[in-house]
Nanobody, 125 residues
């Protein structure tokens, strides 16, 4: 089970930190990702992180502004969002994958089996 938190309202240029806590004792065996869905749009990939935390991958739209990290001891994945823009407004979802897709950066929705409930981020201009 995944529980996302940390969303809220912020002005453009501001920062937010999202957290996603997972239950269970095998957290380190999951690749993790963040996706977002803006009103009227499809859910899209934001960032992913490998099981060890040593590998990360970002959508071009957030590269250089967002940072994904994980703490396997706390069963938590984070998304630090800086320099927020109005177009970052969306419901953000964390996701976990227990599957191994060799060579994949885990950017596809179908690669994840578990999803959090979403947390709303609103960026005003």
């Amino acid at each position: 089970q995944l529980q996302a938190s940390g969303g809220g309202s912020v002005q453009a240029g501001g920062s937010l930190r999202l957290s996603c806590a997972a239950s269970g004792r095998t957290f380190s065996s999951y690749a993790l990702g963040w996706f977002r869905q803006a009103p009227g749009k499809e859910r899209e990939f934001v960032a992913s992180i490998s099981r060890s935390g040593g590998g990360t991958y970002y959508a071009d739209s957030v590269k250089g502004r967002f940072t994904i990290s994980r703490d396997n001891a706390k069963n938590t994945v984070y998304l630090q969002m800086n320099s927020l823009k109005p177009e970052d407004t969306a419901v953000y979802y964390c996701a976990a994958s227990n599957q191994y897709y060799f060579g994949s950066y885990y950017t596809q929705l179908r690669e994840y089996e578990y999803w959090g409930q979403g947390t709303l981020v609103t960026v005003s201009s």
